[in-house]
């Protein structure tokens, strides 16, 4: 069973950064992709940045192109997400998720999930 531990969390003001990461277990040596979603209030989850153990890598978002990358860390098992210049409008609840890079490739959803963590930007 894959286990994703989301951390890096919190509160900042606009402009300021915060670096996310998801620790995975129970990966066992497969092929996996590990991608950022978020829920912001009152708004459907959507994608943000998701990498692939082949350092494939897909934007979801345009909105933070420039400001969000995704990178990782293969021996620890764990998926960093560095966000830069935060707006407002990027307050959510972040969450990290998995899937199987052969679902990752055919377009399939990812079928595990942290808890998610939250991230709140001030103006």
């Known amino acids: 069973e894959v286990q994703l531990v989301e951390s890096g969390g919190g509160s900042v003001q606009a402009g300021g950064s915060l670096r996310l990461s998801c620790a995975a277990s129970?990966?066992?040596?497969?092929?996996?992709?590990i991608g950022w979603f978020r829920r912001a209030p009152g708004k459907e989850r959507e994608g943000v940045l998701c990498?692939?153990?082949?350092?494939?890598?897909?934007n979801y978002a345009d909105s933070v192109k420039g400001r969000f990358t995704i990178s990782r860390d293969a021996a620890k098992n764990t998926v960093y997400l560095q966000m830069n210049s935060l707006k407002p409008e990027d307050t959510a609840v972040y969450y990290c998720?998995?899937?199987?890079?052969?679902?990752?490739?055919?377009?399939?959803?990812?079928?595990?999930w942290g808890q998610g963590t939250q991230v709140t930007v001030s103006s």
């Open positions: 129970g990966l066992n040596g497969d092929d996996y992709a």
């Open positions: 990498i692939s153990s082949s350092d494939d890598m897909t």
């Open positions: 998720a998995a899937w199987a890079a052969r679902l990752y490739y055919s377009g399939s959803t990812p079928d595990s």
